[in-house]
C-alpha cells in the first residue's frame, strides 16, 4: 500500500495518538507528539515507511517506529530527566502529577482535572489533595513552588504559576521574528472565526489564564468537558498554523 494512504488511514492516526497518550499526560504534549510522529513518517519521502522489509507483521514495524520516535520526542523535550522513585511507587497517577507539576509547572488543581479527564484518579478532591502529600515531599529542582506552601488561602495544593500551560505562547516563543508575526495573525483570525462560547473558554485559559474549572463553570460545562473542548480548539488552532506553514522549529 501506497505510504501516504497508510499515514492518512484512520487506523494509523489512531495508533499514533494511543501511543503519544502513552507516553505523555497533557493534551498539548499529546497533539505535538503526533505531529513530531507524523513528520517524521513523512520525512525523506517516507522513508522510514518504505524500509519495511516484510520480517515482521507491519503493524509491528509501525509500533516499533511509532513508539521509538515517541521517546525521541520525549527525550527532545524533557532530557533523560527520572521521576523519584518514591513518587514512582505510588503509581502512574502520582507520576502524571509529578510530570504535570514539576516539569510543566501546571498548578496541582490543573493536574487533579487532567487526572480525572484521563481516569488516572477518580476519587474527590480532598481525597486527591491528601494522596499528593508524598508527592509534594520530592525533590523538584525544575520547579522551586511545587513544595510551597506560603500563599494567601494557606493550601499547599492552591495555585501554583500556570504561565507555562499556553501552548499557543510557547510556540510564539520559539519562532523567529516575521513568523512570529504570521503566527499572532492566523490565531488572531481562527479565534475570530470560533463561536462567542469557544473564544471566551480561550480566552480565560489562555489569555487570563483561569484555572480550567473556573472557565467551565463560567460557560456552564464541567471541567472534563471543557478540556475535551480545548482539545478540539488547539487541533484547530495547529491546523491553521501548519497550512499557513508556520511549525515548531
Not at 490543573?110 to 481516569?119: Q, R
Not at 507555562?164 to 510564539?172: A, F, T
Request: glycine share 4%; with cysteine; aromatic share 8%.
Amino acid at each position: 500500500m501506497d505510504p501516504a494512504t497508510i499515514l492518512a488511514s484512520s487506523d494509523t492516526l489512531d495508533k499514533i495518538e494511543a501511543v503519544c497518550k502513552r507516553h505523555f499526560y497533557t493534551e498539548n504534549d499529546r497533539q505535538e507528539c503526533s505531529i513530531f510522529v507524523l513528520d517524521h513518517l513523512r520525512a525523506d519521502n517516507f522513508k522510514r515507511l518504505r524500509a519495511f522489509q516484510g520480517k515482521s507483521k507491519f503493524s509491528t514495524y509501525l509500533y516499533s517506529l511509532v513508539n521509538s520516535l515517541a521517546i525521541d520526542f520525549r527525550r527532545k523535550r524533557y532530557g533523560r530527566r527520572r521521576i523519584p522513585a518514591a513518587v514512582v511507587r505510588l503509581g502512574r497517577w502520582a507520576e502524571a502529577v509529578y510530570r504535570l507539576v514539576c516539569w510543566q509547572k501546571f498548578s496541582m488543581d490543573d493536574a487533579y482535572d487532567f487526572l480525572l479527564v484521563d481516569e488516572l484518579f477518580t476519587g474527590s478532591y480532598e481525597q486527591f489533595r491528601q494522596a499528593v502529600e508524598p508527592i509534594q515531599k520530592a525533590p523538584c529542582r525544575e520547579n522551586p513552588k511545587f513544595m510551597s506552601t506560603d500563599d494567601q488561602s494557606g493550601n499547599p495544593l492552591r495555585r501554583i504559576s500556570a504561565a507555562d500551560s499556553n501552548p499557543l505562547e510557547l510556540l510564539i516563543e520559539k519562532l523567529n521574528r516575521q513568523r512570529r508575526i504570521m503566527a499572532v495573525d492566523v490565531i488572531r483570525d481562527t479565534t475570530g472565526s470560533l463561536s462567542e462560547d469557544d473564544q471566551l473558554l480561550v480566552r480565560l485559559v489562555y489569555g487570563s489564564e483561569h484555572p480550567v474549572r473556573a472557565a467551565a463553570k463560567i460557560i456552564n460545562l464541567s471541567a472534563s468537558a471543557a478540556r475535551r473542548r480545548l482539545k478540539k480548539l488547539l487541533m484547530i488552532y495547529r491546523e491553521k498554523l501548519l497550512a499557513a506553514g508556520i511549525r515548531e522549529p
